[in-house]
């Protein structure tokens, strides 16, 4: 079975830093798009960041500038580096990732992590 594991969450200062990783183990052919979520309590669940196979980047207003997603194709494993952390950033993060099994068909399965708590305070 294939598994994705979140970690690097936790408590910080408005204005530190963290970096989440986004790790896919199991029988993986490839990993396609992987995307960061977010959900704060009370609110709906964001879309904060995605990259592409050919690791092309989108993100949210709210966070573009403060953010960078990246990914480490040999691990399987993608990232969130996130700087200037404001109080409003203050969410359970969620990774997906679209992941291919074989080598025959082009057949994309979703699997997301876990989530990692992030808290930033004033």
């Known amino acids: 079975q294939v598994q994705v594991v979140e970690s690097g969450g936790g408590s910080v200062q408005a204005g530190g830093s963290l970096r989440l990783s986004c790790a896919a183990s199991?029988?993986?052919?490839?990993?396609?798009?992987m995307d960061w979520y977010r959900q704060a309590p009370g609110k709906q669940r964001e879309l904060v960041a995605s990259?592409?196979?050919?690791?092309?980047?989108n993100y949210a207003d709210s966070v573009k500038g403060r953010f960078t997603i990246s990914r480490d194709n040999a691990k399987n494993t993608g990232y969130l580096q996130m700087n200037s952390l404001k109080p409003e950033d203050t969410a359970v993060y969620y990774c997906?990732?679209?992941?291919?099994?074989?080598?025959?068909?082009?057949?994309?399965?979703?699997?997301w992590g876990q989530g990692t708590q992030v808290t930033v305070s004033s």
């Open positions: 990259i592409t196979s050919g690791s092309i980047t």
């Open positions: 997906n990732a679209a992941i291919r099994k074989n080598d025959r068909d082009f057949v994309l399965f979703s699997y």
């Open positions: 199991g029988s993986i052919f490839s990993v396609n798009k």
